[in-house]
C-alpha cells in the first residue's frame, strides 16, 4: 500500500524567512502534485512534477522531485503572510494519494 | 483547467436520511473522483466515477453506502445514505484527464445530526 509522509504537519514562520516542506512516499511513481489550500476553501493545484529531477518554480515556492529517492520539497523562499495555508503532496498511482497536509503559518 | 461546481454547497441532516450530491465540469473530462475530507485533515478517496459503469471504491467504501452515478462525460453524483453523525465531512468532487492534474470544485460541507 503506498504511504504517502509529510513533514513537517505543521510550520510557524517568520516573514522574510525560508523553509522547505518534504514529502516521501513508498512505492515508485514519476509523477507527483503540489496543492494548496486556503481555509474552507477547495484545493488549488499549485505543480505537477512528471520526472526525475523535475523543478517547477512559481512565485517564491519551488518543487522539486527525486523519483530515485522518492522524495519531493517543496521550498518557500522569503515568506509572506499571504502564503499562510495548508499544502498538500499527492502521489499519482492512476488514482491520487495525499499526504496528510502541512500547515503553513507565517507571521509578520 | 477545467471548472468545477458542486451543490449543494452545504447542508444540515437529519440521521438516517440520504443526501444526492452533484459535481458538474465546464468540459469533458477522462476522469472523476469523490473524495472525503474531515476537519483539518487530508483527503481520502471514495471512489472513482466511471462513465457508462459502476464506480470503482477504494477499501473500505462501499456502494450502497455511497452509490455515484455518472452519466455523462461532464457530471456525476454521490449519495450518501442512511447517514450518521460520523458522515459528517466534507466531500470534494475532483476531474481531469487520465494522469493528468486532477481539478477539485469547492466541496460540500455536510453536518449530519
Known amino acids: 500500500e503506498l504511504k504517502v509522509e509529510q513533514n513537517p504537519l505543521f510550520l510557524s514562520m517568520q516573514e522574510g524567512k525560508n523553509y522547505t516542506i518534504y514529502c516521501n512516499y513508498s512505492?515508485?511513481?514519476?509523477?507527483l502534485y503540489w496543492y494548496r489550500q486556503d481555509p474552507g476553501k477547495s484545493l488549488e493545484s499549485l505543480f505537477v512534477?512528471?520526472?526525475?529531477?523535475a523543478v517547477k518554480q512559481e512565485g517564491r515556492l519551488m518543487a522539486s522531485l527525486d523519483t530515485k529517492a522518492r522524495l519531493s520539497t517543496l521550498h518557500i523562499t522569503a515568506a509572506v503572510h499571504d502564503l499562510s495555508a495548508t499544502y498538500f503532496c499527492?502521489?499519482?498511482?492512476?488514482?491520487?494519494?495525499f499526504g496528510a497536509g502541512t500547515i503553513l503559518r507565517v507571521k509578520s | 483547467s477545467a471548472v468545477i461546481s458542486q451543490k449543494p454547497s452545504r447542508d444540515i441532516c437529519q440521521r438516517g436520511t440520504s443526501l444526492t450530491i452533484q459535481c458538474q465540469v465546464d468540459?469533458?473530462?477522462?476522469?472523476m473522483f469523490w473524495y472525503r475530507q474531515q476537519p483539518g485533515q487530508s483527503l481520502t478517496l471514495i471512489a472513482t466515477a466511471n462513465q457508462g459503469s459502476e464506480a470503482t471504491y477504494e477499501s473500505g467504501f462501499v456502494i450502497d453506502k455511497f452509490p455515484i452515478s455518472r452519466p455523462n462525460l461532464t457530471f456525476s453524483t454521490l449519495t450518501v445514505s442512511n447517514m450518521s453523525p460520523e458522515d459528517s465531512s466534507i466531500y470534494l468532487c475532483?476531474?481531469?484527464?487520465?494522469?493528468?492534474?486532477?481539478?477539485f470544485g469547492p466541496g460540500t460541507r455536510l453536518l449530519v445530526l
Open positions: 499527492a502521489v499519482d498511482m492512476n488514482k491520487l494519494v
Open positions: 512534477l512528471l520526472s526525475n529531477g
Open positions: 512505492t515508485t511513481s514519476d509523477r
Open positions: 468540459s469533458q473530462v477522462t476522469m
Open positions: 475532483s476531474a481531469g484527464g487520465l494522469r493528468e492534474t486532477q481539478y
